[in-house]
């Protein structure tokens, strides 16, 4: 009964219960029963020597196995630990590689984002620069248009304050004005016709004038005639009674002393006047001119000339007395 029940624990258990046991039903067998294990103690004494060597090795086996046990288990503990730490390292760096994938998708989305809108802004500017830049061009016609309009209603009124002066036929007030009107922006027709009436005025001045200097240098008032016949030259001086204005001016000159003023005139006429009647006048005249200044051989280069040129002059003879007393004298 024992012995099964020993044999049914383990190797360490087995000892301590067969000892506990053994010790139990000692103490509690009746006398008979010391007698006769005393009658057999030396071979139960030899049975435990064995048991106890059984046990001890059992003992000794089940200590080292324990330790050996306790050794895997530790080696175990250290894989695991290792494993954990491996594995946390891993799920470490996998988070941190997730992470870092996170930011830097985030990272450039926000990039082609930022990069989007600030084209977007740069689109939108460029817009709104060059709306700004058409509604300043706007800006800048619509004043050229108003300085237009505005040039246009001041060229209106001066023109017709122009053509007033016209209607009034105040010669002298037109064609002071003109030189100003001209500068606006006429139509054709009102150029036209402020050029003739210039045209005009200039005409109808200078004949006045001229007029005026031949009553001066009839009544043998010189100065007044000589200013007189410069202002109808300066109206104008191309016109029909021009050159008949440049030989009485040359006569006013030479009648008050200044015959080298009046030279020149006398030449311009002698040589290319359109006006025959005055250019044999004029040739003389010149001759008389440059006598008074002891020009002696012009006076009568120029005599020569005016014999060869007029010979039917009702002044030859006069031409050609002068040119021989010349001759003898000089």
Do not use: C
Not at 110 to 132: C, G, M, P, S
Not at 178 to 206: C, G, I, M, W
Request: aromatic share 6%; no cysteine; hydrophobic share 40%.
């Amino acid at each position: 009964m024992i012995s099964a029940v020993v044999r049914s624990a383990g190797k360490p258990e087995r000892a301590l219960l067969y000892m506990t046991i053994r010790g139990r039903a000692s103490r509690e067998r009746p006398p008979a029963a010391q007698i006769r294990n005393s009658l057999s103690s030396t071979k139960i004494r030899a049975m435990n020597e064995y048991e106890l060597e059984q046990l001890k090795r059992e003992v000794v086996e089940s200590r080292a196995l324990t330790i050996k046990t306790n050794n895997l288990v530790n080696a175990l503990a250290a894989d695991l630990k290792s494993i954990a730490k491996r594995q946390q390292g891993s799920e470490r760096r996998v988070l941190a590689t997730s992470a870092t994938g996170y930011v830097v998708t985030i990272g450039l989305i926000l990039v082609f984002v930022k990069l989007a809108w600030d084209i977007r802004i740069e689109t939108v500017r460029a817009e709104n620069r060059e709306t700004r830049d058409e509604l300043e061009q706007l800006k800048k016609e619509q004043k050229l248009l108003e300085g237009r309009e505005e040039a246009k209603l001041s060229a209106s009124r001066r023109a017709s304050d122009f053509y007033q002066l016209v209607l009034q036929n105040k010669r002298r007030e037109v064609i002071d004005g003109y030189a100003a009107v001209s500068q606006l922006e006429l139509s054709p027709t009102e150029r036209a016709v402020f050029e003739a009436a210039v045209e005009r005025s200039k005409n109808e001045l200078s004949l006045i004038a001229y007029q005026t200097g031949v009553d001066h240098a009839r009544m043998a008032r010189w100065h007044e005639a000589q200013q007189a016949l410069r202002e109808s030259l300066q109206y104008k001086s191309d016109a029909a009674h021009s050159p008949q204005a440049t030989y009485q001016l040359a006569r006013a000159l030479i009648a008050l002393g200044l015959h080298r003023e009046a030279i020149p005139l006398l030449m311009q006429l002698a040589e290319a006047s359109p006006d025959k009647e005055v250019m044999d006048e004029a040739t003389l005249t010149l001759a008389h001119a440059q006598l008074e200044i002891q020009a002696w051989n012009d006076a009568k280069s120029t005599l020569r000339n005016f014999i060869r040129r007029f010979p039917t002059s009702p002044h030859i003879n006069e031409a050609k007395g002068k040119l021989a007393e010349v001759s003898l004298y000089h």
